[in-house]
């Protein structure tokens, strides 16, 4: 009897660092979970709801995007086929119409159920809007002016994952009351990174009046679109609502759980 015990014991201290060696939590109950998609600035520690922001010298009166799917991936198969959509996956399906100066509530993924435990990525899809309305055909759009005044627009019909990555050791979601909120937020500061729309290589065209303006498509200035298609990938991150005041507070914004990379 006492042998059997010990043998008892033993495989249950294996089966524990088998655990742990893995990355701990497994995905167990659900819990109740608000996801919200929105833009901010990290030069200004603040969340977003204004009708235009300055970024460098640029002035940013409209900054839409369209997400087609967010997946949450958990840590036990965090080095699995990302093309893989197992049972463990948690997926929401979109299209995702995210103004990011004046974020609201996004139908889809307000109060929805996720299993607790531990994740390493969240991955998202920009893709295109292939319905009537102001995004058709367009996955992100971007409009504003330059220091002289001179307007531009960024559209682009992009259809491509990123994620928003935490390998090493994953980021936990558990259960909370109400319900736990976690942000999605792009970094409209990182959008510009190398971008200099005052450069003399940047093609300015005319308007349907006869004013100049700046198009940044797949067919002008295709290069700066390019850049600005994988700074925005990149300026995403994933935090929580540590205060449950469900607004993305300074402090949190220090504190992210996974960042945007690309695949």
Request: proline fraction near 5%.
């Amino acid at each position: 009897m006492r042998r059997s015990l010990i043998i008892l014991m033993l495989l249950l201290a294996f089966a524990y660092g088998c655990s742990s060696a893995t990355g701990g939590t497994e995905t167990g109950n659900t819990t109740a979970v608000s996801i919200r998609v929105i833009g901010y600035q990290s030069s200004q520690l603040a969340a977003l709801d204004l009708p235009a922001l300055a970024v460098d010298s640029l002035e940013v009166d409209t900054a839409f995007i369209v997400l087609d799917r967010l997946r949450f991936r958990p840590f036990s198969i965090c080095n699995a086929d990302v093309e893989d959509e197992g049972a463990d996956d948690i997926q929401f399906d979109g299209p995702f119409i995210v103004d990011l100066l004046h974020p609201e509530a996004l139908s889809g993924l307000e109060d929805v159920e996720i299993p607790t435990g531990r994740y390493c990525r969240v991955e998202l899809v920009l893709k295109k809007l292939e319905a009537p309305g102001p995004m058709s055909n367009r996955s992100v759009l971007i409009q504003g002016s330059r220091a002289d005044d001179v307007p531009f627009r960024m559209t682009t019909e992009v259809d491509e994952e990123f994620e928003l990555q935490s390998d090493e050791t994953g980021f936990v979601i558990e259960a909370a009351a109400p319900l736990s909120v976690f942000f999605i937020a792009f970094d409209l500061d990182q959008w510009f990174n190398g971008v200099d729309l005052m450069d003399t290589f940047i093609e300015v065209s005319t308007g349907g009046s006869g004013e100049p303006i700046i198009l940044i498509n797949d067919t002008k200035n295709q290069n700066v679109q390019e850049m600005i298609e994988e700074n925005i990938k990149r300026s995403a991150d994933l935090f929580e609502d540590s205060d449950d005041d469900e607004e993305l507070d300074p402090e949190e914004e220090e504190d992210s759980l996974a960042e945007g990379t690309l695949p």
